[in-house]
């Protein structure tokens, strides 16, 4: 089990792991605090993820009221690995009730808050700063001259965006190659078997703009683990989103089918339902690395080894068929079935022939870097 392969991020010379830690569960405090882990609980798992070859660590300054960012701050400080690792933060959020211009994307928020993460995390720079949600009244000029000059200003080496409309992050793209700004590198968006909407704009607008998307909630809030099943009222299992605790959310006949078909092919690789649906979000078009979190070193090791087997064409097009959506409204003419209108008949019309663009990679397949 490693993740000692890395890949560019995004049209960047940035290395990052095919799997990040997750650090939303690192503290005890605010929002995350129901599952949370103190620093000794923490330590095994950061240090079990740097021990695979792990170097792309998520945390942000709203989880755990701030704690995700004081504990691996420490725990990067204990291990002596802040130039190995690839530290992304985040920012948007309200840390101040009642101030206005103590959140949303505004400068005067993205300069408090990256200097205050900057404190918490022990370090004199961001690996990559992330506006956390689009929050649709700061003007994105705004945004993308602060993500400059605090580049410039080297608090940062990189910059993107998560959870915004495609436009706005086709939007941000543009304005910052025409004005030769810094630009994005990275877009950060929930994706899983069971929610699939990004492929409708934001993994074309990726691939095609230059930004690397870091998938989020990949197991589908665990229900992908397949600790939840069919029950007479609501969600049957241990967990975040079930028993009493449950925020409210409900699955369809078709998310059932999902799993259904996900414990149908796991069971014919011999790996757990967890690790197909962590392989399946890892190897899709477009997806840089997905984001996983862990409750325990053991739990890591479990996602790591997610990578270590190559999931067949035949059994991934079991899984596409079984979670696919019906493209809506005009998305329905981009189909191939649909633009094969579009020539005449027989004729078959592509992109690019098959190796126009073959992969680079710096080691021999099957054999050490």
């Known amino acids: 089990?490693?993740?000692?392969?890395?890949?560019?991020?995004?049209?960047s010379g940035l290395r990052v792991s095919r799997l990040?830690?997750?650090?939303?569960n690192f503290g005890t405090g605010g929002f995350h605090a129901?599952?949370?882990?103190?620093?000794?609980?923490?330590?095994p798992i950061f240090r079990r993820y740097l021990e695979a070859g792990g170097n792309f660590v998520d945390t942000a300054d709203f989880y755990t009221a701030g704690e995700s960012e004081t504990i691996l701050g420490a725990l990067l400080a204990e291990a002596g690995v802040r130039d190995r690792v690839v530290l992304t933060t985040k920012f948007t959020n309200s840390v101040d009730p009642g101030d206005p211009n103590a959140g949303g994307n505004g400068r005067k928020h993205m300069i408090r808050a990256v200097e205050a993460s900057l404190r918490r995390l022990r370090t004199d720079y961001v690996d990559l700063?992330?506006?956390?949600?689009?929050?649709?009244?700061?003007?994105?000029?705004?945004v993308l001259r602060t993500f400059d000059d605090l580049t410039r200003a080297g608090k940062i080496r990189y910059a993107g965006l998560s959870d915004v409309p495609s436009w706005y992050a086709a939007r941000a793209q543009t304005l910052a190659e025409t004005h030769s700004l810094t630009p994005m590198v990275s877009l950060q968006l929930p994706y899983s078997l069971v929610d699939r909407a990004i492929e409708l704009e934001h993994v074309a607008m990726g691939q095609n703009l230059g930004l690397g998307i870091t998938a989020w909630s990949p197991l589908g809030g665990g229900f992908l683990t397949g600790k939840y099943r069919p029950a007479d009222r609501g969600l049957a299992g241990e967990g975040r989103l079930g028993g009493d605790g449950s925020p409210?959310?409900?699955w369809t006949d078709r998310e059932w089918r999902i799993l259904a078909t996900l414990e149908e092919v796991a069971g014919k690789l011999g790996v757990t339902m967890a690790q197909v649906a962590l392989n399946w979000v890892a190897t899709q078009p477009g997806i840089a690395a997905a984001i996983v979190g862990a409750s325990s070193a053991g739990q890591l090791d479990a996602n790591v080894a997610a990578l270590d087997f190559e999931l067949p064409a035949e059994l991934r097009a079991r899984l596409d068929e079984a979670s696919a959506v019906?493209?809506?409204s005009v998305y329905r003419m981009f189909t191939p079935g649909y633009q094969g209108w579009l020539v005449s008949p027989g004729v078959k019309v592509g992109d690019k022939p098959a190796g126009y663009a073959p992969a680079v990679?710096?080691?021999?397949?099957?054999?050490?870097?």
């Open 129 to 142: 700063f992330l506006l956390h949600t689009w929050d649709r009244v700061t003007p994105v000029e705004e």
């Open 34 to 43: 129901a599952y949370g882990r103190t620093e000794d609980e923490a330590r």
């Open 361 to 369: 990679r710096n080691w021999t397949p099957g054999g050490d870097a």
């Open 20 to 24: 990040a830690l997750g650090t939303m």
């Open 1 to 11: 089990m490693s993740l000692d392969h890395y890949y560019l991020l995004g049209r």
């Open 326 to 328: 019906p493209p809506p």
């Open 248 to 250: 409210g959310l409900s």
